[in-house]
């Protein structure tokens, strides 16, 4: 993706893990740019599809308020981000979707995959299908309860999150924040499986003198 963070990073890796394993994998992502983008970075195809909102959302200015609104309601269920996405879909007839991060295509990319009756998962890497801002934290605090606002920004995603085959939590806390507020109830196959990612750059010893704590 044209912006990396965790999520993307650990996308990357396994998308280039399953390439050393002989699966054949292409990554989806958004751009900026007006046309779409096929590409080939570090030995995975990537195809850059052209975001279908009012701006970028990894700009570095600040948008109002009114425009970032503007852009989530947009966001909620970009039809336009799903149509594209399913003539990738069309195109590379996948036995399996994996779904990341979503902010830009929405929760159109699910419905995606049902149309095309391709079995489907999510990663939960954040709380994006709970809050706009991914964060669920708000006013120096963590929000306890879903607010008026993004509880109107997701309204029925409960129940779009039902066409898929199985959800993914990085964490039993992701995972559980969902479930508990009624998204991918109806799912038989709801799992934790924790981020792997070895240090760049780092050898790891054999054995550690002494015990290291990290503060944050």
């Known amino acids: 993706p044209d912006a990396a963070g965790g999520a993307e990073s650990i996308t990357k890796a396994l998308a280039e893990s399953h390439r050393r394993r002989g699966i054949d994998v292409t990554v989806a992502t958004t751009t900026p740019g007006e046309r779409v983008v096929h590409e080939d970075v570090d030995g995975v195809p990537v195809v850059r599809l052209p975001l279908r909102n009012f701006f970028w959302h990894h ?12 852009w989530h309601v947009r966001d909620a269920q970009n039809r336009a981000m799903g149509r594209a996405l399913a ?3 069309h195109k590379l007839d996948p036995d399996l979707i994996a779904f990341h991060n979503l902010a830009g295509f929405s929760a159109s990319a699910w419905s995606a995959a049902r149309r095309a009756r391709k079995p489907a998962l999510q990663v939960l890497h954040d709380y994006y299908h709970l809050c706009p801002r991914s964060q669920l934290f708000a006013q120096g605090r963590r929000c ?15 129940a779009q999150s039902n066409q898929l085959q199985a959800v993914i939590g990085v964490s039993r806390a992701v995972l559980d924040a969902h479930v508990s507020r009624g998204l991918f109830d109806g799912l038989g196959l709801r799992k934790v499986i924790h981020n792997a990612l070895a240090p760049l750059g780092v050898s790891r010893p054999s054995e550690a003198p002494v015990a290291r704590v990290f503060g944050y």
């Open 59 to 70: 700009e570095a200015s600040r948008r109002s308020a009114f425009q970032r609104a503007a």
């Open 87 to 89: 003539r990738v879909i």
């Open 144 to 158: 306890m309860r879903q607010c008026t606002d993004c509880a109107l920004f997701r309204i029925g995603r409960a």
